[in-house]
Structures are given as C-alpha cells and as structure tokens.
C-alpha cells in the first residue's frame, strides 16, 4: 500500500467527514445522552453518550463508502459500532477513531473541549493526524499533522474542508509558546498527588478537569509543554506522540526512556479500550522529557491495584 496515495486520500475525504461528525455531536450534546456501559472506576474513561456512538458509526460508514484505499487498512475505534467487517484484518496501516474525545465534559456540558479525532498508525508510528473541535471558536477549529507539518487554525464552513485543511497556518517550532504545564490523567484516584509531584519538580501539573480547552490544540501551539499519562489509550494519545516528533520531541516510556511504539498493547475490559503499558512522558522539549522520565521512573506502572 502506498502511504503517500493513503495520505491524500485521508486529506482529501476526511475534513469533511470529520466536519459533518462535529455537526452531529454538537447537535447532540443539546439532549439527554449519556450511556451506561464502562466501570473502570475513572469518571474521565466511563463516560459514554449516544454521540460517541453516532459519530463513530457515521465516521465507519463514510469511510467504507469514500475510497476503496481504505477498505485496505485495518479499522479500530473507541467504540462498537460501525462495519467493521468490510475492512481489512491485517494490513500494514491502521486507521484509529475516537470520535468525541473528551466525553465526560461533552456529556456533562462542561466547556467546549471534546474533539473528534482521526488517525493512521503503524506499529511503530503516527503518519496522519486530524482533530475536530465542533465548538473552539465560532465555527469550530482544526489540528492537522502530517509529513513535517503540524498546522492548527479555525474552520471556515463557507470553504470546503479539505480546502481549510490544506491552508492551515503550520506550526513554528521557534515561534511556539513557552509554559511548564504538563497534562495529567490515568492514575486512578491519584490524579492530584502525581500533578502536585510534577509541579514540585519545577514544571506545573495539571488534571483533565483544569485543562481549559482541547489538548491536541493546546499541545501543538505550545499552551502545554506535554503530558505525563498511565497507560494511554491508542485512539487519542498517538495523536499527540506524531505532534510531539514532528516538532523535535518524542514520546518515551518513564522505566527506560525509550521510544513509545504500539506494536505492544493490552486490552483494558474494564474500560472496553486498548491501551499502551506503563506511564508514558511526551513533549517537544528533550529536557522536560527528562525531568518527567527521572520523575515518574519509579512509579507504580499498574493502572489498577485492586
């Protein structure tokens, strides 16, 4: 399979794909939506509305109609639903969906943080990333990484996506913001005890309640240095691995330092999702990446001990 063929297809069809799905979930989000179906005990990872389900089914179906390129590729999402089956089961490219990043504060209708997000990996790396947020701005705002690039802006529904997509003004690693906050989630019921232990070390800890708008955007425009996560998920985190090596940083595993891959992974049932091993530390900055990995290297790397 050509990746280069695979990519244009993704730039081409996706924006308005991923368009149409932050329609839906917006629309949505005005209504009694939640669903019961996740009991991991973390109130961030159970959330579950009927959008999640929507969106997810609407992105398999555009997907599986648009271009037979990806009919080629193997197909994972955060969710259940969608025709699964019409896609391949082994292939060197996997396209990931998570379509509404962020559920707790989408159902809860806490800020305008949640995302839908699209993206094709490797076993060993990210060559496509696409996030949606529905309601950052006036017509909503996209994260684009491909190639070299990463590229953030507002979408402007008088224009074809693809179109918007393509002309997004690229990030410039010199020109980026200059802050210590790391992001935090995954630690169960000590969410506050690992922030405070990053903040003591001289960057500044904070939780998925105080984050103040969608990561994926804060992260690339440098609102957020990066993120120290247990046991990340493949739909949402590889995202901002690919934003993290593109603009000279990386993702490395805290015990050892080395880089992330998603050759390994391990079937959480308690929260329905596949997840990396461990505690994960990425950013841009090699010298945070440090201070997170001498920090974190001997915490507990079990996401549940009970």
């Known amino acids: 399979m050509d990746l280069k063929k695979l990519t244009d297809a993704l ?66 999402g955060e969710e259940s639903t969608g025709d699964f089956e019409r896609f391949a089961t082994e292939a060197p490219y996997s396209i990931v969906i998570d379509p509404i990043d962020g559920t707790k504060g989408y159902r809860d209708r806490e800020g305008c943080a949640y995302s839908v997000m699209l993206s094709l990996q490797t076993p060993d790396s990210v060559e496509y990333s696409l996030v949606y947020i529905p309601e950052q701005g006036e017509n909503g705002s996209w994260v684009f990484a491909c190639g070299d690039i990463v590229a953030t802006g507002p979408d ?20 980026r913001g200059s802050t210590k906050k790391i992001y935090l989630i995954g630690y169960q019921k000590q969410d506050a005890e690992k922030a405070q232990l990053v903040t003591d070390a001289g960057l500044e800890g ?66 329905d999702m596949e997840r990396l091993p461990g505690i994960v530390a990425c950013s841009a900055d090699r010298a945070v990446l440090k201070t997170l990995c001498e920090l974190a290297r001997d915490w507990n790397p079990v996401r549940y001990h009970d």
């Open 11 to 76: 730039t081409t069809h996706m924006p308005p794909i991923m368009r149409w799905a932050g329609t839906v979930a917006r629309r949505i989000r005005k209504f009694d939506i939640a669903v019961d179906a996740k009991s991991s005990g973390s109130a961030n990872t159970d959330a579950l509305t009927i959008a999640d389900l929507s969106v997810q089914e609407l992105i398999v179906a555009c997907l599986r109609d648009t271009d037979p390129i990806f009919r080629q590729c193997r197909l994972q």
């Open 156 to 175: 402007d529904p008088s224009r074809p996506a693809a179109d918007v997509v393509r002309t997004l003004a690229p990030i410039v690693p010199s020109e």
């Open 206 to 271: 904070v939780l998925a309640a105080d984050m103040g708008g969608c990561h994926y955007w804060t992260f690339a425009r440098g609102e957020f240095t990066g993120s120290l996560i247990h046991s990340p998920n493949i739909y949402d985190f590889p995202v901002g691995m690919h934003i993290a090596r593109i603009l000279g940083g990386d993702a490395l595993w805290v015990h050892n330092e080395q880089p992330v891959h998603l050759r390994e992974t391990w079937l959480d049932e308690r929260a």
